[in-house]
């Protein structure tokens, strides 16, 4: 499997559609250096110092790695394209017992089941963007920006200044209702 956003020869397989690749703000290091994190675990056979030196290396790259979390979600849901190769520091037999462990924690249908709280949290988010705030949160946040002015991004919020913008909030809204 190519890694995505490196265009090199893949499996034949397509990833899951309802499972995209966490998007990185900057460019992965299996991006970058695809060939270090090829890996099987037939690999071991051969040169074990030298393979088990290639492992700790793409392992410590995914752990510095911004996506790595989602990379791993994407690495178990997708496993035709993930037999091979060093995902979210995992190897492929890591991934095989991860996956029994989805199947115990959300049944045979795991994949389907993240693929609907996926499309859930999507939809809420959507319906979050599009729900006006209410006269009270309008109010609350209209006098917040008359009391406060607005919010400093110079100036680190300390407790102090903390409590006396609350207390100047509260004396405000007090005044308006
Ligand atoms: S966690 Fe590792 S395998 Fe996943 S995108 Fe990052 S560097 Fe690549």
Known sequence: MSR???AHPTSGADPDP???FPHSPTPTRCQLQPTLFDFTN??????RAATDKRLEQ??????????VKDCLRWALVNKPVTKVGIWAA???SQRTTLRKRMVDRLGPDWIDVLARQDQARRERAAAARHTPLT???ARIVRLDRQVNG???THRLITPELQQ???TRLMAGLKAAS
């Not at 037939?42 to 040169?47: E, F, S, W």
């Not at 793409?58 to 996506?67: E, G, L, M, N, Y």
Request: proline share 18%; net charge positive.
């Open 4 to 6: 995505p956003g490196v």
């Open 18 to 20: 309802r499972f995209p």
């Open 42 to 47: 037939g690999d071991r056979t051969a040169d």
């Open 58 to 67: 793409a392992r410590k790259a995914c752990s510095h790695c911004p996506i």
């Open 90 to 92: 995992t190897t492929p």
């Open 135 to 137: 006269v009270d949160q």
């Open 150 to 152: 607005p919010m400093p």
């Open 164 to 166: 006396r913008n609350r």
